[in-house]
């Protein structure tokens, strides 16, 4: 239970849902590692929320740790969960599922291919719908009928109505103000309780850079947490992009130092990823603040 200390109404929803999903799937083999926050209220918040069937809006900057919160909570209650990356392309086939033909006993049929929202709500899993401001806006009131009271949704593949099995739960991420993004409409909002996942800092980034990557000279990652600091400073100045201090791509630095120079690493790892020299130049500058030339 990562050490958690919930209410025994809350422990009893969780053995409920370990002993429903014990035998469809073992979560245990993906090897999820703990979310770790300097809000230390935030896992357990989040977890009191899903056993009391909230919807849970993870709001946080790009690398912030959203995604792992979510599979850490599948991870908890042993639940299997299904995943919706948001874009402006996404359409209710992506949502709901698409139908094909295939062939049976030598005949063509038409057959409804399952999206992870019919999958989710089917069998009582846990949905999650990543940067859920980068879907159009006409797109998501597909969903307000299934995050209200009614869970449940129309599918116009098959003309049925899906009502939501026992267990099934709805986490969102919105990164807010990205590129790209639009604001989620204040009713859809309404419909989450909303968790902020702040940036990643001090001893609790080194514990999961120690954990997550490959690099096991200290000295290093200590410096590479002071740059995640300077970085964050910058992003919140206003001088380079949010995912230039991505926990993800501090990560993939770190494994390239077990193998290259520092800042080649930087600059394979974080700086090369923008378009803009200005940009490139300023991370690389902070960088060399930090590590030998």
């Known amino acids: 239970m990562n050490t958690l200390y919930l209410p025994q109404a809350i422990e009893r929803v969780i053995k409920e849902r370990h002993e ?3 035998q469809q799937t073992n979560i245990d083999q993906y090897q999820i590692t703990q979310f770790l926050s300097e809000d230390d209220e935030l896992l357990s918040d989040a977890v009191i929320s899903l056993a009391l069937g909230k919807n849970l809006l993870l709001k946080g900057p790009t690398g ?12 908890i209650f042993k639940q299997p969960m299904h995943s919706i990356n948001c874009s402006v392309d996404l359409d209710a086939e992506a949502f709901l599922g698409f139908k094909t033909i295939n062939e049976k006993d030598g005949k063509q049929i038409i057959e409804f291919v ?13 949905l999650y719908v990543d ?9 998501l009131p597909i969903l307000n009928s299934i995050l209200d009271y009614r869970r449940s949704v129309f599918n116009p593949f098959t003309g049925e109505t899906i009502h939501a099995e026992n267990g099934f739960g709805v986490i ?11 604001p989620l409409n204040e009713a859809l909002k309404n419909r989450f309780v909303v968790l902020d996942v702040p940036y990643i800092q001090g001893d609790i980034l080194k514990t999961v850079l120690k954990t997550e990557s490959i690099l096991k000279d200290e000295a290093l990652i200590d410096k590479y947490v002071l740059l995640s600091e300077d970085l964050i400073t910058q992003v919140r100045n206003g001088q380079v992009p949010e995912e230039a ?3 993800r791509a501090l990560i993939d630095t770190c494994d390239l130092s077990a ?3 520092p800042l080649r690493a930087i600059q394979r790892g974080i700086a090369d990823k923008f378009e803009e020299e200005r940009e490139k130049a300023a991370i690389m500058n902070i960088a060399s603040t ?4």
């Open 64 to 75: 912030s740790g959203k995604t792992k919160l979510a599979e850490n909570l599948s991870q």
């Open 131 to 139: 940067e859920i401001n980068m879907a159009k806006p006409e797109t």
């Open 20 to 22: 429903k999903f014990s």
């Open 290 to 293: 930090l590590f030998e030339v």
């Open 259 to 261: 193998y290259l120079p």
């Open 245 to 247: 201090a991505s926990i």
């Open 172 to 182: 969102a991420a919105i990164n807010e103000g990205y590129i790209g993004t639009v």
């Open 114 to 126: 399952p999206g992870p929202v019919v999958k989710a709500m089917k069998n009582g899993h846990l």
